[in-house]
């Protein structure tokens, strides 16, 4: 049982567009939702989370959106650069970290 | 770098035969964590510790075991290793206080194969 799932499960973008990432969950109990992202042969690093007494958190050209009723969250990329492909995964913790399947993103110039 | 290494980076081995894996990590932290990570799976927690030989099950436990009896050091063992075990492993701590933040700092995976 997929407690987050995460879609799409690969994205192409051009250089310069917007890359939406969706994330949905179903446990309420959840209080902290991370994204990660993974270069190829290295480990996930966290790039940015929210927590669900906010409706959207922004670093630089990274943005959480987060819908608490909906039980959904979504990372949006702007500007997509080429050096933005990698993996990037959601996940949500109450006392252990769950991950989604995770999203290959590919920008091309 | 949050100071966690993880041996070996590569192991191919045959079904049967026991596996150890080791995180070791140099900044003390309480938390250590193993992930194995597959394609259409994400990252699935195999076990965690909160200290020193305080060990619990993740969701995807059966067929490991772990030890940790320096806080450095975090072990995951395949008693019998099956072809269902090939996979990245990866080793995570947590800095915060709290047994779960959500932030989780990463080593750099050790790739097994079981033939």
């Known amino acids: 049982q997929q407690q987050v799932k995460q879609s799409p499960q690969s994205l192409i973008v051009q250089k310069g567009g917007i890359s939406i990432i969706n994330c949905a969950y179903e446990n309420t109990a959840f209080d902290y939702f991370p994204w990660y992202q993974q270069f190829p042969g290295k480990g996930p690093a966290l790039l940015i989370a929210?927590?669900?007494?906010?409706s959207e958190k922004k670093e630089g050209r990274f943005t959480i959106s987060f819908n608490k009723s909906a039980k959904q969250f979504s990372l949006h990329i702007m500007d997509s650069q080429p050096g933005d492909s990698a993996t990037y995964f959601c996940?949500?913790?109450?006392?252990?970290?769950?991950f989604g399947t995770g999203t290959r993103l590919q920008v091309f110039p | 770098d949050a100071g966690i290494t993880q041996s070996p980076r590569h192991k191919v081995t045959e079904t049967g035969t026991p596996v150890t894996l080791r995180c070791h990590q140099t900044?003390?932290?309480?938390?250590m964590y193993w992930y194995r990570q597959d394609p259409g799976h994400g990252l699935r927690l195999i076990h965690y510790?909160?200290?020193?030989?305080?060990?619990d099950k993740g969701e995807v436990s059966d067929g490991y075991s772990v030890s940790r009896s320096k806080t450095e050091d975090f072990l995951l063992t395949l008693e019998s290793a099956t072809s269902s075990q090939t996979s990245v492993y990866f080793c995570a701590i947590s800095r915060g206080a709290a047994r779960n933040t959500g932030e989780l700092f990463f080593g750099e995976g050790s790739r097994l194969t079981v033939l």
């Open positions: 996940a949500a913790s109450a006392d252990k970290l769950i």
């Open positions: 929210i927590r669900p007494d906010v």
């Open positions: 900044e003390n932290h309480r938390y």
């Open positions: 510790s909160y200290g020193v030989k305080d060990t």
